[in-house]
């Protein structure tokens, strides 16, 4: 028996017929006669045969997958993206390969080159926070291989984008936290040329301009991890004029702010309230489990998905989409609840 899989030579040598026959017959191709296309059909099916998907890329110069770029698989933010992302590429019968930078502008840069080589028909991307520099993400396009950027996105790079609405996703946390008497509310930032890191310190700002309450940029620090949220939350609650609330960049952050108020005496919700953002696994995880804004991943993964296959599959469109996912509010036990509103 052959051993490794199925070829179109060894179907056309079993049936006693040209290797063209077969390639024809299996596209169904007119011009081999109907009898032929389901006698090589039938077998095909009976053998399990696959296309050589390596064969088929050479011959058409790219293949049927779709390369994807992440910061890091093992936030749930990105698992779930790119799940979205693999379940409509599968339906319209595409694969993905998903790529790593962990949060390293080289090992960046190595991911697009090792996609380029794999050619790849488009690729995703949400860019490493370490990024400053785009020509590799320019290297994408100068290959004519179409880009989307979701959720960390690239403005110096002219392509389509997926974000989540950031902006007011934090104006809704900070103004809930107002309405429940917070009044000196810190915000814990990523990195500040980061595109996702502005709209969210704009929402920020925004809410509490809106309820007249001062800016003051010692409540303002750069924290977006778990370590880094402990760290500076245990500085800033023993200054004199501590703040009485937290607005994170994201859940991981606001565990470690939680961590720290525990740690230091204080109660949650009532002395201290801590706000998440992604609605992560880790905000049902704490004790008390994490008030957050929900991203909606899946929805995040599934659109970007579908305009990198709009992309693919209808090269000759040149203009610019930019999708804008709505976040969802889910008030659980670090917030204080809102006062009764009667009429």
Do not use: W
Not at 63 to 89: C, D, Q, Y
Not at 231 to 238: D, G, M, S
Request: hydrophobic fraction near 35%; glycine fraction near 4%.
């Amino acid at each position: 028996m052959k051993k490794g899989p199925l070829t179109i030579k060894d179907i056309a040598k079993d049936l006693n017929v040209s290797a063209s026959t077969v390639s024809r017959a299996l596209k169904d191709n007119p011009d081999i006669s109907p009898e032929t296309r389901k006698l090589v059909q039938d077998y095909a099916k009976k053998h399990k045969y696959k296309p050589n998907a390596l064969a088929l890329s050479l011959k058409m110069q790219h293949t049927n997958i779709i390369g994807v770029i992440v910061p890091e698989l093992a936030n749930h933010f990105f698992s779930a993206v790119v799940s979205g992302m693999e379940t409509l590429a599968e339906e319209k019968d595409y694969h993905i390969i998903v790529c790593q930078s962990l949060e390293d502008y080289k090992k960046e840069v190595r991911n697009v080159q090792t996609l380029i080589k794999a050619r790849v028909c488009g690729v995703l991307i949400s860019q490493s926070k370490t990024t400053t520099k785009y020509e590799h993400f320019q290297e994408l396009i100068d290959n004519d291989i179409p880009v989307v950027f979701f959720d960390r996105i690239s403005t110096g790079i002219d392509s389509d984008k997926v974000v989540a609405d950031d902006y007011s996703g934090t104006f809704a946390a900070v103004e809930y936290m107002i309405k429940t008497g917070c009044k000196r509310i810190a915000f814990f930032s990523a990195p500040y040329h980061l595109e996702i890191s502005k709209n969210r310190k704009n929402g920020y700002l925004d809410a509490l301009r809106r309820y007249n309450l001062p800016v003051e940029d010692n409540l303002i620090r750069q924290a977006d991890t778990k370590i880094l949220g402990y760290q500076r939350a245990l500085e800033i609650l023993q200054e004199p004029d501590r703040p009485d609330a937290f607005m994170a960049m994201n859940d991981y952050t606001a565990s470690g702010i939680l961590v720290a108020a525990k740690e230091l005496g204080f109660k949650v919700p009532e002395e201290i309230s801590i706000f998440g953002f992604s609605n992560s696994n880790i905000s049902q995880d704490t004790d008390p489990m994490l008030s957050t804004m929900d991203q909606h991943p899946q929805k995040v993964g599934e659109e970007a998905m579908a305009l990198i296959l709009e992309k693919i599959e209808n090269p000759e469109i040149t203009s610019r989409k930019n999708k804008l996912i709505k976040t969802s509010l889910i008030a659980r036990q670090t917030t204080r609840k809102l006062p009764d509103v009667r009429e």
